[in-house]
Nanobody
Framework: QVQLVESGGGLVQAGGSLSLSCAAS????????MGWYRQAPGKQRELVATIRSSGATYYADSVQGRFTISRDNAKNTVDLQMNSLKPEDTAVYYCYADRYLLGKWNNYWGQGTQVTVSS
């Protein structure tokens, strides 16, 4: 099993910055992608950014150019630097990891951390 623990988040004014961090522990061998999803009240969970073990990154259009994802494979951590935050970025942010194991993809989630951007 893989455990993901997020830190960071909080309250910030529009235009400000926040940083999120996620640490993976447990049976972490073979983890492929790590990243962040978010879920705003009344909305579906959506992908924010991911980074593969190769370093390849993907960003949602809504955060492209404002958010930066990074990963430390040695420390098994993934960070999300969020700049130029907007009120619409307000959501619970979830750390995510996946791994192909025993013939199927396995997804792992953190408990989530609240990000609130005031206007």
């Amino acid at each position: 099993q893989v455990q993901l623990v997020e830190s960071g988040g909080g309250l910030v004014q529009a235009g400000g910055s926040l940083s999120l961090s996620c640490a993976a522990s447990g049976s972490i061998s073979g983890i492929n992608a790590m990243g962040w999803y978010r879920q705003a009240p009344g909305k579906q969970r959506e992908l924010v950014a991911t980074i593969r073990s190769s370093g390849a990154t993907y960003y949602a259009d809504s955060v492209q150019g404002r958010f930066t994802i990074s990963r430390d494979n040695a420390k098994n951590t993934v960070d999300l630097q969020m700049n130029s935050l907007k009120p619409e970025d307000t959501a619970v942010y979830y750390c995510y990891a996946d791994r192909y194991l025993l013939g199927k993809w396995n997804n792992y989630w953190g408990q989530g951390t609240q990000v609130t951007v005031s206007s």
